[in-house]
């Protein structure tokens, strides 16, 4: 049956692997501080890493009393000490009983002082960093010929505007000659009255990237009239010309986009506006249009022509009316005439008279109701239905009623 082992047993054994190697016990480890924390019990516990790895370190406070210099994030050391298994946690570190500053180290020290001085000097402030213009016609490129760095800006830049033109200077980037050799490249740049000047290098190690860390380059940089990025090395590196630079780029190609505005985002832009300027077009024609509608609906109504045939209008209106008043006033005369006739006929005489009845006049014409108002012998006529008769008076009869 196979043995089963605890884990203790298992750490336990690790931990006397490492202690029985010999060239364990006694190393010297390069490498960069990261993760660097000063333990209240005076322990310090870092991690020593280089491009392909980490290790865990401490160093026990009774190892301390060697040191000459604070320990702090990027430096370049050499650490001496043993690699063992810390058995609780299964996990192994190096044990530094001596630490000392790289050649690298030694170069970090000297750029955090350089940054401070430049810093307090104002070189860094906000207000003299210069606005990266939006549109660019001319770039100058301060770099090495041949490279990756000049090669991305050259690909990036005539991707996204194929119409900017690009004035690189060969500038040596790494030894001694390159702190003067870049100032002349920005210098001339500058006469050569380009729109934005990217200053940079690709990715090395601290001693490679030294000439951007040389005062004489930051002085060029902050004093140079035409806008500066600067873009040195990868991502995580920095360098006093990204400080004083007017914008810091991560990568020489991401500096080439901050630089170049894309083409075709412009052409887009300009398409929407064209969109976007046709339709408030159209939408205040559209407006007045209807303004003019209404100005010519209220011309219309208020023109003399139609105030004249409002008028017209009104005047048929009323005259039909007044014709129409007159002949029912008219028809109402008829009729009442027609009443008063046939009320007439049946107070006429004549009517009388041609129902057989007959009246008697005396001479004067006045109409003799009475027997009193004539005497035997008088004349007087008679009125029938088709004339009238002489008669005289021959004899008078009262008869009483």
Same mark, same amino acid.
């Given at each position: 049956?196979?043995?089963?082992?605890?884990?203790?047993?298992?750490?336990?054994?690790?931990?006397?692997?490492?202690?029985?190697?010999?060239?364990?016990?006694?190393?010297?480890?390069?490498?960069?501080?990261?993760?660097?924390?000063?333990?209240?019990?005076?322990?310090?516990?870092?991690?020593?890493?280089?491009?392909?790895?980490?290790?865990?370190?401490?160093?026990?406070?009774?190892?301390?009393?060697?040191?000459?210099?604070?320990?702090?994030?990027?430096?370049?050391?050499?650490?001496?000490?043993?690699?063992?298994?810390?058995?609780?946690?299964?996990?192994?570190?190096?044990?530094?009983?001596?630490?000392?500053?790289?050649?690298? @180290?030694?170069?970090?020290?000297?750029? %955090?002082? =350089?940054?401070?001085?430049? &810093? *307090?000097?104002?070189?860094? +402030?906000?207000?003299?960093?210069?606005?990266?213009?939006?549109?660019?016609?001319?770039?100058?490129?301060?770099?090495?010929?041949?490279?990756?760095?000049?090669?991305?800006?050259?690909?990036?830049?005539?991707?996204?505007?194929?119409?900017?033109?690009?004035?690189?200077?060969?500038?040596?980037?790494?030894?001694?000659?390159?702190?003067?050799?870049?100032?002349?490249?920005?210098?001339?740049?500058?006469?050569?009255?380009?729109?934005?000047?990217?200053? @940079?290098?690709?990715?090395?190690?601290? %001693?490679? =990237?030294?000439?951007?860390? &040389? *005062?004489?380059?930051?002085? +060029?940089?902050?004093?140079?009239?035409?806008?500066?990025?600067?873009?040195?090395?990868?991502?995580?590196?920095?360098?006093?010309?990204?400080?004083?630079?007017?914008?810091?780029?991560?990568?020489?190609?991401?500096?080439?986009?901050?630089?170049?505005?894309?083409?075709?985002?412009?052409?887009?832009?300009?398409?929407?506006?064209?969109?976007?300027?046709?339709?408030?077009?159209?939408?205040?024609?559209?407006?007045?249009?209807?303004?003019?509608?209404?100005?010519?609906?209220?011309?219309?109504?208020?023109?003399?022509?139609?105030?004249?045939?409002?008028?017209?209008?009104? +005047?048929?209106?009323?005259?039909?009316?007044?014709?129409?008043?007159?002949?029912?006033?008219?028809?109402?005369?008829?009729?009442?005439?027609?009443?008063?006739?046939?009320?007439?006929?049946?107070?006429?005489?004549?009517?009388?008279?041609?129902?057989?009845?007959?009246?008697?006049?005396?001479?004067?014409?006045?109409?003799?109701?009475?027997?009193?108002?004539?005497?035997?012998?008088?004349?007087?006529?008679?009125?029938?239905?088709?004339?009238?008769?002489?008669?005289?008076?021959?004899?008078?009869?009262?008869?009483?009623?």
């Amino acid at each position: 049956m196979q043995n089963i082992y605890t884990v203790a047993q298992i750490n336990s054994y690790i931990k006397n692997m490492f202690t029985q190697d010999y060239m364990l016990q006694s190393v010297l480890v390069k490498g960069e501080v990261s993760n660097c924390k000063y333990h209240s019990s005076g322990h310090i516990y870092f991690t020593l890493k280089d491009a392909k790895g980490t290790i865990a370190c401490v160093m026990f406070a009774s190892y301390r009393n060697g040191m000459d210099f604070q320990m702090r994030e990027g430096q370049q050391v050499v650490v001496g000490g043993s690699v063992d298994v810390y058995e609780r946690d299964g996990k192994y570190q190096l044990y530094a009983r001596q630490i000392q500053l790289d050649g690298a @180290g030694a170069l970090y020290e000297r750029y %955090e002082r =350089l940054k401070l001085e430049l &810093e *307090e000097r104002g070189m860094f +402030a906000p207000q003299y960093k210069q606005p990266i213009p939006g549109y660019i016609r001319t770039l100058g490129v301060v770099t090495a010929a041949t490279g990756a760095a000049v090669r991305d800006i050259m690909n990036i830049a005539g991707r996204r505007n194929p119409y900017v033109q690009i004035i690189l200077y060969p500038a040596i980037v790494q030894g001694d000659a390159a702190p003067a050799s870049i100032v002349n490249g920005i210098h001339a740049l500058e006469r050569m009255d380009v729109d934005v000047i990217i200053v @940079g290098r690709g990715g090395g190690s601290i %001693e490679d =990237l030294w000439a951007f860390n &040389e *005062e004489v380059v930051a002085q +060029a940089i902050f004093d140079c009239p035409v806008p500066v990025i600067s873009a040195v090395g990868h991502e995580t590196d920095t360098t006093i010309a990204d400080f004083v630079a007017d914008l810091r780029a991560p990568t020489p190609s991401a500096a080439a986009e901050l630089a170049v505005y894309d083409i075709g985002h412009l052409e887009d832009r300009l398409e929407e506006y064209a969109c976007t300027l046709q339709h408030m077009c159209r939408k205040v024609i559209r407006h007045y249009r209807q303004e003019v509608e209404q100005y010519s609906v209220r011309m219309r109504y208020l023109s003399p022509l139609n105030t004249i045939r409002t008028k017209r209008t009104q +005047a048929l209106s009323l005259e039909e009316r007044l014709q129409n008043l007159m002949e029912r006033r008219l028809r109402d005369g008829r009729h009442r005439l027609a009443l008063y006739v046939e009320q007439m006929k049946g107070l006429s005489p004549l009517d009388k008279l041609n129902q057989g009845y007959a009246y008697v006049a005396d001479d004067t014409g006045r109409t003799l109701t009475s027997v009193g108002q004539v005497d035997v012998g008088d004349r007087m006529t008679v009125y029938v239905k088709d004339g009238s008769l002489q008669a005289q008076v021959m004899e008078k009869k009262r008869v009483d009623r």
